[in-house]
């Protein structure tokens, strides 16, 4: 097991050598220059430009500087951000933790709900409920992110008022923060009211987020129980007299929950996705939101950085992921 | 359902802003996260409004819902006969504000306003360069350096700057943001302690609202400043929520979360309008969205030419289409609410007819053309693409031929500076300080051909009125010369002027003494909630 994880975290750096020359490479591809973007319509004259281009080092050969990078990125230097002047990685932590808190509750609930949904259908296949369920993972699955998140906020914000419209907490609760999760502030605060207000805002976000991941889950789910239930020692166990809730839920949904974790694994890049558009509709101060107004300002020290930290999260939690499936199913065990 | 939506609406209005009863306190929901608090280092209105409008003063100040330059900081000013020194008189007793990161020791004087310009002038300055990539845009972009010869403190309550030419616009400059007044007392206590970023994280200012916390993309708060020297203002506090979504920003109002917003969905200004809740403000914005034709290529050489093209251009169904409503015909290259705004020159008529013969008369047929349309979303175009489209038809209605080109928006900026530029370019205009020489100079003036003036004309009679205004101090003979310019450029027709933009600002009813800023800036000095 050891010996495993260690070759695992060894690969990890290759990995990340290559994510850095993309995520390096990449933004650079993008027509633009930033230091044009700045100056917008007003311009600037040509000494001051390459006056500019010689402070932020860009006048330098790309490969001189790539390792240039590469050696800060070893100190733990992620740069500065060429539109706020702030480092890049203060950015990211001080973000992170509301992307991380409504993606963790997102796939919560769409484990939550798609798994149980999918083992429903699977049993049931071919009911109305099967196809009902199906039916409605589809229309999820095909949702376009932006336009159900309005319509959520016009319908239980505006017109039923059972929500607020956006943001993490009511402006009313002010209190510094110490976890970064609003959940467990709002608790540490010892302001009453503030924790029900940071769970009503978690609402629509999460529902939006969880939208996707949860048909997809659900959908796999059935089809890998649909698998597992034919198999031989499924009727056997069957055929001994084992309760069928004994069957479904340990003979068979244990079996069928490999290829699921998978599922959930990946999901991981899709929340991280899906989290740029839902950030935006709620005005939801995460890193999603960061990383396309970066993009569109060019500032490559933040795009560069920030592909970075999202990729090395993606890599840990794949990690995590392959380590599961030991537990769940022994034959893997490593 | 209409009745429903006013009921909800009033009822979150109600318990979430009946909390704050015992502070009176106004949300502002802000369109979008300032980029640091130190507005020198910045361009963008947003980082503005969080942060010179809201924190800071200047030595002179734009009178609050218009252009005219009024005392700030500076309780007078004089020029001298040659147009060279400028003495100002600063205010007395004028207080900074006390924080939980800063306690002022003394009063706003002189050295405060050394330390605000000289950080960004004098390049060994130890804040010149205090966070990395420091490049005082604003300060460079209105030539401030070629400009100023020497800032010198007389005594403690005056201040002179010595200019190396006479430059009537510059009063203007010292009220634009990034002439902003900080406190060097903090800034010095700030370097003591190793800290000298937190200049642009934590400010310290003299301003009607003094900073409190920030959580980025999130939320801003301030509390009033309750020594301001102009009045402590009738609100408590001041809250800007960051809502970068049109819609939900809207739904926010609607629902009471918060009491103003600005940048609405042109679409929805008339239902937004309809609401009994709700004012919407509104005003025209000091910008102007152009056609900017090369002069110096065959046949746009030619002013017949380029005014029978702009006689072929139907600028109504631009506004209808384009602007959907929210804007104006444009016929003179300065907005309206700008002083010298010549109101006697009338636009070219639509007149596709007229305009095919004109050409036809210049010997200029099956003429083919380039139209640049812009890749982003401006204040003065709001979809230049489709506004491109819209005098494509035009065009060749008189039987010209047009190819829209677009490029990547940095590109786009660089290659239509070109003086061998192929084509008619779409961009337009927002003024910094309300100078018509900001317009006039900067975008038509010889100088600036192969710059920022995108038709690279370059005309004798108007070069020299737009020169002689900048010399003089006085606005009269200044609007006079202006005026005179304006008559010239619509003679000569480098542009096809499009539109100027109108600005709304709804607002929930409750919400008084709130003025737009022509310049567009969202300030709230004097606004108070009744009850």
């Known amino acids: 097991m050891i010996r495993f994880l260690l070759s695992r975290l060894a690969l990890l750096i290759p990995t990340f050598i290559g994510v850095s020359i993309v995520a390096f490479s990449f933004i650079r591809l993008l027509p633009g220059d930033p230091i044009m973007l700045l100056a917008g319509e007003r311009g600037m004259s040509e000494e001051r430009y390459q006056e500019l281009q010689s402070a932020l080092g860009f006048d330098r050969p790309l490969v001189v500087q790539y390792f240039d990078y590469l050696l800060d990125l070893l100190q733990g230097d992620f740069g500065t951000s060429i539109v706020t002047k702030r480092p890049v990685l203060q950015e990211f932590l001080t973000l992170f933790p509301a992307t991380l ?45 932006f336009w159900w998140g309005l319509l959520l906020i016009i319908l239980f914000s505006g017109v039923l008022g059972w929500t607020p419209v956006s943001g993490r907490i009511s402006l009313l609760y002010y209190f510094p923060q110490v976890t970064g999760f609003m959940l467990i ?150 | 359902m209409k009745a429903k939506v006013l009921f909800a ?42 942060s010179s409008k809201a924190v800071y003063n200047r030595l002179v100040q734009f009178e609050p819902g218009t252009t005219n330059v009024v005392p700030g900081l500076a309780e007078s000013w004089e020029v001298s006969e040659d147009g060279l020194e400028i003495t100002f008189r600063l205010r007395e007793g004028v207080k900074f504000h006390s924080t939980d990161f800063f306690t002022p020791s003394r009063d706003f004087n002189a050295d405060d306003v050394l330390f605000s310009f000289q950080r960004q002038l004098d390049e060994a300055h130890p804040y010149h360069a205090y966070v990395e990539g420091a490049s005082w845009e604003y300060f460079n972009a209105m030539s401030m350096p070629d400009l100023v010869e020497s800032i010198e403190k007389v005594d403690d309550m005056t201040v002179k700057f010595v200019l190396t030419r006479p430059e009537a616009p510059f009063i203007a400059n010292l009220a634009m943001d990034f002439a902003s007044i900080l406190s060097k007392e903090y800034a010095d206590q700030l370097a003591e302690g190793g800290r000298m970023s937190d200049l642009n994280q934590r400010p310290v200012g003299t301003g009607p609202f003094q900073f409190v916390a920030y959580q980025p993309d999130a939320v801003i708060r301030y509390r009033a400043h309750p020594d301001y020297w102009n009045g402590k203002q009738p609100i408590d506090d001041l809250v800007f929520a960051i809502t970068t979504d049109a819609s939900v920003r809207q739904q926010k109002l609607l629902a009471g979360e918060c009491h103003i917003m600005p940048y609405p969905n042109p679409a929805d200004i008339a239902s937004l309008k309809a609401n009994d809740q709700l004012t919407v403000m509104e005003q025209e914005g000091l910008n102007v969205g152009y056609l900017a034709y090369n002069t110096q290529q065959e046949p746009f050489d030619r002013a017949e030419v380029r005014k029978a093209l702009n006689m072929a251009i139907n600028k109504q169904a631009i506004l209808d289409a384009v602007f959907q409503g929210a804007g104006q015909i444009a016929k003179n290259p300065i907005p309206p609410t700008m002083w010298s705004y010549n109101e006697e020159i009338e636009d070219d008529p639509y007149d596709p007819e007229a305009a095919r013969k004109m050409l036809e008369e210049a010997g200029v047929t099956d003429l083919s053309m380039k139209v640049w349309a812009m890749p982003v979303q401006r204040p003065y175009n709001p979809n230049a693409r489709r506004m491109a489209e819209l005098i494509q038809e035009d065009f060749s209605k008189v039987g010209v031929n047009v190819e829209i080109v677009s490029y990547e928006w940095g590109e786009y900026l660089e290659r239509s500076k070109a003086v061998d530029r192929d084509g008619a370019v779409l961009l337009g205009w927002t003024g910094d300080n309300g100078d018509p020489d900001n317009f006039l100079a900067v975008l038509l003036g010889c100088d600036a051909v192969g710059g920022a003036n995108r038709a690279q004309w370059c005309n004798e009679e108007f070069d020299a009125l737009v020169q002689k205004a900048k010399t003089l101090s006085s606005q009269e003979e200044r609007a006079e010369l202006y005026r005179q310019a304006q008559v010239v450029f619509k003679r000569e027709a480098p542009w096809a002027t499009i539109a100027h933009s109108i600005v709304y600002m709804p607002m929930r009813k409750e919400v008084t003494g709130y003025k737009m800023d022509p310049l567009g800036g969202h300030a709230f000095e004097g606004v108070d909630l009744a009850e």
């Open chain 1, 101 to 145: 808190e409504l993606s963790l509750c997102a796939i919560l609930l769409a484990v939550a709900i798609g798994v149980p949904v999918g083992v429903l259908a699977a049993v049931r296949r071919g009911s109305w409920l099967d196809q009902t369920v199906m039916g409605t993972a589809l229309v999820g699955y095909s949702m376009p992110i």
């Open chain 1, 185 to 334: 502030d709002s608790l540490l605060s010892g302001q009453e009211g503030a924790f029900r207000s940071a769970v009503s805002h978690l609402v629509l976000p999460t529902i939006v987020l969880a939208t996707i991941p949860l048909a997809v889950i659900a959908r796999q789910t059935r089809s890998a129980m649909l698998e597992v239930l034919g198999e031989d020692y499924v009727r056997t166990a069957r055929a001994k007299g084992l309760p069928p809730a004994r069957v479904i839920g340990l003979h068979a949904l244990r079996n069928a929950l490999i290829p699921v974790i998978t599922t959930i694994g990946l999901q991981v890049g899709v929340l991280l996705a899906g989290a740029i558009l839902t950030e935006t509709i709620f005005s939801w101060p995460g890193i999603g939101k960061w990383m396309v107004d970066s993009v569109f300002k060019r500032d490559y020290a933040v795009v560069q950085g920030g592909l970075l930290l999202i990729a090395g999260i993606i890599m840990i939690v794949n990690l995590i992921v392959d380590l599961l499936y030991g537990l769940v199913n022994p034959r893997i065990r490593h």
């Open chain 2, 9 to 50: 609406a009033a009822l979150l209005g109600a318990t979430m802003l009946s909390g704050a009863a015992s502070a009176k306190t106004l949300v502002y929901c802000s369109e979008g996260s300032p980029e640091g608090f130190d507005p020198a280092l910045y361009t963008a209105g947003t980082t503005f409004d969080a």
